[in-house]
């Protein structure tokens, strides 16, 4: 591979100066196309836009749209978790060291990884395996308006390669605790709280017995954990409040857990503490957790082979946050995750992307894929 930085940042560059946080549907169709454009401009990929509702725009690319069975999911998506107007703010920049912008390690670089990786493999390897790669548009909050369409396609795949990005000390992500996110609203009833509170329900009473609840189900030996992040309500201290909100985030390993925990808050749900009050309980995130199996960890050492070929350092983490990988990872479908280059800051105006790991990270997906074949 005849590899030129400056060109990749070139190519970097339109993908990172674009405003596509989730659902900012635009930006997203930018970043698409853009995406569509390399593909299309190498022989023998064929593309197709999947519709992701609200969400916007996917991408499946496949050199072997006919076959019935995928041997390599490669998986990325073009969303980012920044509001409009911060590229204004701050565009992609560069100094010796690393780029950095909104995106460009999680997961604009990944993306641009995986095209470069398939430009530049073997040409016998692209004809021995059939290759599907997706780029999906709503990653950020949870995949909820593409999870059908990536988990149906992931039931075709014997292995699955995430390219999210590498950790800063380089490590691969072989592990994901599962998360769900549930907005929880409690409706009262209303009443003055200097003559006749007894007529009210109070929504706030409801919702600290539940936080009460919730803590309780917390298992930290387990790793099942809830926290109630955000609360809402009342409107005036003499008034019995009609309403409050919850926002919760639960994050597990055992997914037969995490089920018990639902279960227990739709029962909560249907049998409030306070006579007379009404709980909504919407669950508006969810991912599995990810957890290796012995196929897996067959995938991982012909990863560890390659990077070992390759001299490049890498190590195994088991990551609390969720990615696209958790979806795949709950079929049963070997999945691996973190082979983007490396990075770091993600989520926040300290983003960054390492730039001597991106020539060694694409080589290593070639290598991965390269063994895939034989």
Known sequence: MNFSLQTYLEELRPLIDVDCGTYTRDGINVVADLMQEKYQAMEGWSVTRIDCGKAGVGLEVRNKPEAEHIDVMLMGHMDTVFPEGTVAERPMS??????????????????????YALRNVDKAVLDTLSICICMNPDEETGSLDSVDWIQA?????????????ARADG??????????RYKITFHGKAAHAGNEPEK????????????????????????????????????????????????????????TEYDDVDTRLNGLAMNPFVKGVIVDLEREAYKPSMVPTAQTEQLMALVEESANELA????????????????????????????????AGFHSDSEYLLLESIEPRIKLLMTVLTKLAH
């Not at 396609?153 to 990005?165: I, S, Y």
């Not at 890498?314 to 082979?339: F, H, M, R, Y």
């Open 94 to 115: 560069v100094d010796a060291e690393k780029a950095y912008g909104p995106g460009v390690s999680d997961m604009k670089s990944g993306l641009l990884n995986i095209v």
């Open 153 to 165: 396609t992931a039931k075709k795949a014997k292995h699955v390669l995430v390219a999210e990005a």
């Open 171 to 180: 490590g691969l992500v072989k592990a994901r605790k599962g998360m769900a």
């Open 312 to 343: 490049i350092d890498i190590n195994w983490k088991e990551v609390g946050g969720g990615s696209d990988a958790n979806n795949t990872a709950i079929l049963g479908v070997p999945t691996l995750d973190g082979l983007g280059p490396i990075g």
């Open 200 to 255: 009210g329900r109070s929504a706030i009473t409801e919702m600290s017995t539940w936080v009460l609840a919730m803590n309780d189900m917390t298992n930290f030996t387990s790793g099942t954990t809830l926290n109630v992040g955000v609360v809402s309500g009342g409107s005036g201290a003499n008034i019995v409040p009609d309403s409050a909100t919850a926002i919760v985030d639960v994050r597990f390993w055992d997914n």
